[in-house]
C-alpha cells in the first residue's frame, strides 16, 4: 500500500490534536489525524467539561483568556452546538492560608488581564452557589467568565471542519514508528504497517506522549496519574458554578446547564500513576459524601456511571508547547489535568508555531527544555 501523504500528521485525536489539526487546516495544510481509538477514547472523553483562567501562571491565564473567547464564538465558528455556558467557578477558602493565597492568586491574575476575578466572603458565596453549606467558609475566588463545554461535541466539531477542509481522520490506527531521514521527520507509521507520509508530525497523545516521544528517542516528561469522575442523572438546573473545594476530603464538581446532570471528580491522594482506567468502590462511595457535605440538596440524587481515565502531568503543573530535537516533530501534551479547556487557545497558539518553522515561541514557559521548578499553584 502506497504511503497517505499529508501536510501534517498529528498522533491523537483528543481536544488537543483535533484542535491543532483545524487550525492548520484553516491554515491551508492538509491534516491526517491517527488515533489508536476513536476520537476521545483517551482523557477527553473522560473529562467533567470544566474551563476557568484561574492560574498562577500567566502563559496559562492568558491562554485561558483566549480559549473562553474561542468557546463563546464555537457555536457559530464550527456549526456545533458544544454547550458552552459561563456559569463560573468559585473555589473555596476554608482556612486564613487558602484565603491569603487566593487574594495573592487573584492580584496575580488580574495583573495578567482577567479583570472580572474576584474575592467574594462566605455570604456572597452563599448567594453565587444556592443552597451551599457554608459552615467554616471564610470566603473564595470567583470568576463568572469561567465555564463548562462537552468535550465530545467541541472534538467532533473541529473533526468535522477538518475534513471539510480536505484533512482525514484515521482510527483504530495506532502509531508504532516515527519516520525520520536525515534528522528531518517524514512521517509516521501504524501497528498494522500503513505509512503516513508528511514534513510535519505533532505528537498531541496526552498520557501516552512519553511514549511517542521515545519512538523517536526524545524524552517528554508527561506521566499518567489516574482520575476517576461521575455523573448523576439530569434535574432543573440549579445555577450553582464549579465549585472548587481543595481540602482534604474536598473535590470540583458542577452541573451541566444542557442537561442538569452533575459531573465531578477529585484527586485521590495518595495519587495512582500509570495509565489505568479501573473504576473504584472507594470513589463511589466518597464522591457523592463530598458533593453532599458541600451542597447537602444533592442527596436525592442517583449517580449514573462512574468511569476513570488520566492526567497527563508534567514536573510543574504547566504545558509542553515546543518542537523537538528532530526537525519537524513536535509536542503539544502534558497539560496537567486542564487540557479541554487549554484546548482551543493551544491548537491556535500551536499552529502558529508550527507554521513559522518552529521558530517563534510564544510561552517559553512551555518550552520542552525548561526548569520545572516554578510549579502551578492551582493545579
Ligand atoms: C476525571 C478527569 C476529569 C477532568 N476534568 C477536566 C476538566 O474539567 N477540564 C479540563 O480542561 N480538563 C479536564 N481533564 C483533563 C483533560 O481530560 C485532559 O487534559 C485532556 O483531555 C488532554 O487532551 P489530549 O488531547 O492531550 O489527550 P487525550 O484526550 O488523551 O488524547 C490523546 C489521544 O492520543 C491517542 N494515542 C495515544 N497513543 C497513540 C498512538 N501511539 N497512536 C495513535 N494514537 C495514540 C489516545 O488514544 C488519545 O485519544 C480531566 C481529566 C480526567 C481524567
Not at 534528522?183 to 505528537?203: D, L, P, Q
Not at 506522549?209 to 440549579?238: C, N, W
Not at 466518597?286 to 502531568?313: D, F, H, T
Request: with cysteine.
Amino acid at each position: 500500500m502506497s504511503a497517505h501523504k499529508s501536510d501534517a500528521v498529528i498522533i491523537g485525536g483528543g481536544i488537543i490534536g483535533t484542535a491543532c489539526g483545524y487550525y492548520l487546516s484553516r491554515q491551508g495544510l492538509k491534516v491526517a489525524i491517527v488515533e489508536q481509538g476513536y476520537l476521545c477514547s483517551g482523557s477527553t472523553g473522560r473529562c467533567i467539561g470544566g474551563i476557568r483562567q484561574q492560574f498562577t501562571s500567566s502563559g496559562s491565564i492568558k491562554l485561558m483568556m483566549e480559549s473562553v473567547r474561542h468557546f463563546q464564538n464555537m457555536e457559530q465558528e464550527l456549526g456545533t452546538d458544544v454547550h458552552w455556558h459561563n456559569g463560573g467557578y468559585l473555589f473555596l477558602a476554608h482556612s486564613p492560608e487558602k484565603k491569603q493565597a487566593f487574594l495573592s492568586n487573584i492580584a496575580v491574575q488580574q495583573a495578567a488581564g482577567l479583570k472580572d476575578v474576584r474575592w467574594v466572603d462566605a455570604d456572597e458565596c452563599r448567594e453565587i452557589a444556592p443552597g451551599m453549606d457554608a459552615t467554616g467558609l471564610l470566603g473564595g475566588s470567583y470568576c463568572p467568565s469561567d465555564g463548562q463545554a462537552y468535550p465530545f461535541a467541541v472534538v467532533q466539531g473541529y473533526a468535522g471542519k477538518i475534513k471539510q477542509a480536505g484533512g482525514s481522520i484515521h482510527t483504530f490506527s495506532k502509531v508504532s514508528h516515527i519516520l525520520q531521514q536525515g534528522g528531518k521527520v517524514t512521517g509516521v507509521k501504524t501497528e498494522s504497517g500503513r505509512e503516513f507520509s508528511a514534513g510535519v508530525v505533532i505528537n498531541a497523545a496526552g498520557p501516552w506522549s512519553k511514549d511517542v516521544g521515545q519512538m523517536a528517542g526524545i524524552e517528554i516528561p508527561v506521566e499518567a496519574e489516574r482520575h476517576e469522575a461521575l455523573i448523576t442523572e439530569g434535574v432543573e438546573y440549579l445555577n450553582i458554578p464549579m465549585l472548587v473545594d481543595y481540602r482534604a476530603d474536598g473535590g470540583y464538581f458542577q452541573q451541566y446547564k444542557h442537561n442538569g446532570q452533575f459531573i465531578g471528580c477529585y484527586s485521590p491522594v495518595p495519587n495512582v500513576p500509570g495509565h489505568s482506567a479501573d473504576s473504584t468502590f472507594e470513589f463511589l462511595h466518597e464522591m457523592p459524601k463530598r458533593m453532599l457535605k458541600l451542597v447537602p440538596g444533592l442527596k436525592v440524587l442517583k449517580v449514573i456511571r462512574q468511569w476513570a481515565g488520566s492526567y497527563e502531568n508534567t514536573p510543574d503543573g504547566n504545558p509542553i508547547l515546543d518542537r523537538t530535537g528532530l526537525d519537524g516533530f513536535y509536542t503539544v501534551a502534558g497539560m496537567c489535568g486542564h487540557g479541554f479547556m487549554l484546548g482551543p487557545a493551544m491548537g491556535r497558539v500551536a499552529a502558529d508555531l508550527i507554521l513559522s518553522g518552529g521558530r517563534d515561541m510564544p510561552y517559553p514557559e512551555f518550552a520542552l527544555k525548561r526548569d520545572f521548578s516554578q510549579a502551578e499553584a492551582m493545579k
